[in-house]
DNA sequence: TGGGCGCAATGAATCGTTTCATTTATGGTA
DNA sequence: TACCATAAATGAAACGATTCATTGCGCCCA
């Protein structure tokens, strides 16, 4: 209910031709010209140029909004992630634009920075502007969020993040078996100690992660050690806590990052502090940057399909959109481990 | 003239409560309805409680499309930008994301991919949406974009790029300045032959750029050589082109990467063909990619104002949006060249 | 007591389309 | 020639808000 309004603005003083003047124009009723403009069928071919011509002349333009206003929908796709710093979100926002605008439909992005109240802020203003669908990657706590969404009845797919909501179709990633293939190459290699880097604990998405890390440690035997590394605030907390983190003799051996900002973090981090990769620590991230291949020795990481994922985020909100109303489906998409520099055996003496 | 149509979708089954239902169950007409809504002083306290009620127990929203209809703006500004691969403009959209929402706007953006038709067509679109406002990053040929902007008259500013279309408002980079300095770095560490590689050399920007570089080479003296190395499809084509240029006793000691994607080529080419930076040849780019501080030794590079720019544009379109009829405004901001490790003295014998 | 003044509340017009029930024109057939 | 079917064109009613001229009402003061 809360209502949204945009700005003072000046109405543009020049007034746009309408179709009422392209109908003045040609000699005929709005009906016909509309009818025209529309390619509908109905038309004679003498007073279809003839409108045509006049729309060419005034240099008639639809007015998208009152298209909208009258068909009840508007073309508009609404897209609601955390931010596009991460490589991962920035890819997904570029894949999401390109097959959108391929089909004539618009996107509306807007950034929740992970903070539950203002996504449900940022989502309640696409709501008003009357957006046909919605493509979401909820905050750590979407509840409201989600009640919002599913009592506005707008077409939605949750992506990326599940959520045990079984109100929306979903497409996701199999966090647990991605961490369980890491875990255990890096079990493989030799690493007994094994750091585990997040921004956000309470993400679904960090807490499969973590259980199948545990997980998976725990059934390595008793000697194994998992540390899960929680919420830096910027890079220079993180780098202290990594520190201490890294410090005394039975340190970790691996590094895994949760994503490719901690991964830059990280890597700056070990840099500044004098550790090399992987001689004294292994390195391993989640998402795939850009300069995974940059960086000396590269990056072993965990490339997550962004393109599937937005294409059947798509596909499934299209089939919403018209009209589809089976039950919810859910996709679950496998992540790839690259094998590059910068996981290694451990050191001999650690 | 283009009709823009969004494809079909079915209209949603449930409807949304309107205006007129809330005056109904408050019991009053649609005028005093909307007046309490849009906190007009004249009416009662007790009405208003009422309105409020009613308004709260239906989860009544504003439609956006009918107010916008009526009111004849959208508080939508679109963003027209090449794409968001470069760190240059995701950096950009994010910077304008920001400061919008804060102020109750919302970015409706398209991409361009550096293409005049698809940057007109999309630009259309925008136009058909009846956006309020439009910052363009204009394509190599604007031309014909430019014009269809002009013949609107949506209030738009032009950002990054410089044309010399007197009827817009532009915020851009000095970047004949920028290369100056970039040069002028260069030559004072000792290279006399210096290499740059860019991407698009129709861009006006591109085009200062090589204008200031070979002036400040030829100002050095006639032993001094610049080289610009154009258009490269892709990672793998630029790596031949690259080696191919590098190749023969008098190969360019110094490169300078136009944007942050030839950048990352340009290492990726290098370390591929064995060669070392700064020992063999120094390297330079302009934008700040994210992974500068992470390659060893880290880019000396170009930092340019990206906030500022969107700042700048952005209070620039405000103005005009509330009537602001003044000549057209330039605003013209200096990058800074940020030294790193991947600059030194070329080697002995080159 | 009546006239004027102000505040509250109303109702209708408007924004620019699409859509659909009618009307008008056209041609063919009985 | 009368009739009907079909096609072409029209006019008006939506869509859901805002806005503004008008009305109704209570109060104060002369």
Redesign the pocket.
């Known amino acids: 209910m809360t209502a949204i309004?945009p700005p003072a603005v000046q109405p543009p003083t020049v007034?746009?031709?309408?179709?009422?003047d392209?109908?003045d124009r040609a000699?005929?009723?709005?009906?016909?010209?509309?009818?025209v403009?529309?390619r509908?069928?109905?038309?004679?071919a003498?007073?279809?140029d003839k409108v045509l011509e006049a729309a060419r002349e005034l240099g008639?333009?639809?007015?998208g909004?009152?298209?909208s206003?009258?068909?009840?929908r508007t073309g508009v796709v609404g897209l609601c992630v955390p931010l596009t710093g991460s490589a991962y979100f920035a890819a997904m926002v570029e894949a999401f634009e390109e097959v959108a605008a391929s089909q004539g439909h618009a996107i509306m992005q807007v950034l929740s920075h992970s903070d539950p109240a203002l996504e449900l802020a940022r989502v309640e203003t696409l709501l008003a502007r009357q957006i046909d669908g919605l493509v979401l990657v909820p905050s750590a706590m979407p509840a409201q969020t989600l009640d919002t969404i599913a009592r506005s009845g707008v077409p939605t797919v949750v992506v990326d993040r599940l959520t045990d909501d079984q109100r929306f179709d979903t497409v996701t990633l199999d966090d647990a078996g991605a961490m369980r293939r890491v875990t255990e190459h890096l079990l493989s290699l030799g690493h007994r100690r094994i750091l585990y880097c997040v921004r956000y604990p309470e993400l679904v998405t960090t807490q499969a992660r973590i259980r199948s890390f545990e997980a998976t440690m725990r059934e390595a035997g008793p000697a194994v050690q998992s540390r899960v590394l929680a919420r830096p605030e910027d890079p220079l907390a993180y780098a202290h806590d990594l520190c201490s983190a890294l410090a005394g003799p039975a340190h970790p051996t691996a590094i895994i990052a949760s994503n490719s900002i901690l991964a830059q973090w990280t890597l700056q981090a070990l840099t500044r502090a004098g550790w090399h990769w992987p001689g004294d620590i292994s390195v391993l991230a989640f998402d795939e940057p850009a300069w995974a291949e940059l960086v000396t020795p590269p990056l072993t990481c965990v490339r997550q399909p962004v393109q599937a994922i937005a294409r059947h985020a798509w596909q499934q909100l299209l089939a919403r959109l018209a009209g589809e109303s089976g039950p919810r489906r859910h996709v679950v998409l496998e992540a790839e481990l690259v094998l590059r520099g910068s996981t290694a055996v451990p050191a001999a003496g650690s």
């Open positions: 309004r007034r746009a031709p309408t179709i009422r392209v109908a000699g005929v009723s709005i009906g016909t010209a509309s009818n403009l529309n509908k069928p109905q038309v004679g003498a007073l279809r008639w333009r639809p007015n909004v009152a298209r206003l009258r068909q009840r």
